[in-house]
C-alpha cells in the first residue's frame, strides 16, 4: 500500500487544532467572518510556507553564487510566485 504524498494546499482537509491570541482571533472573525476562519488560516499558512521555501532556494543560491542584490532577490520572489501560479502547484513538502 503506497501512501499519498500532498504538496502544498492540496488534499483532503484535516482538523488541526490551533491556539491563538484572542485579540487575533477576532480581528480574523471581524475581517472574514467565523464560516471562512479557516480559509483565512490555511492561506495565511500557504503563504507562509511559500516565503520560507523561497527563503530557503536563495539561501542555497547566496551559498553557492555569492550575495544577491535586492532587486535580484525581488525579482526572483517575483518570478517564483508566477511560477506556481501558473503551474496550480507548490513543491512537495519535505
Known amino acids: 500500500m503506497s501512501e499519498t504524498t500532498y504538496s502544498i494546499g492540496e488534499g483532503p482537509a484535516t482538523r488541526v487544532s490551533l491556539?491563538?491570541?484572542?485579540?487575533?482571533?477576532?480581528?480574523?472573525?471581524?475581517?472574514?467572518?467565523?464560516?471562512?476562519?479557516?480559509?483565512?488560516?490555511?492561506?495565511?499558512v500557504e503563504r507562509e510556507l511559500r516565503g520560507q521555501v523561497l527563503d530557503e532556494y536563495l539561501a542555497d543560491y547566496e551559498s553557492r553564487v555569492g550575495p544577491a542584490s535586492e532587486q535580484a532577490r525581488q525579482r526572483a520572489r517575483q518570478v517564483f510566485d508566477e511560477v506556481f501560479v501558473e503551474e496550480d502547484q507548490w513543491p512537495a513538502a519535505s
Not at 27 to 39: M, Q
Open 19 to 44: 491556539s491563538l491570541p484572542e485579540g487575533t482571533a477576532e480581528a480574523i472573525r471581524a475581517r472574514v467572518g467565523k464560516r471562512e476562519f479557516s480559509a483565512f488560516i490555511a492561506a495565511a
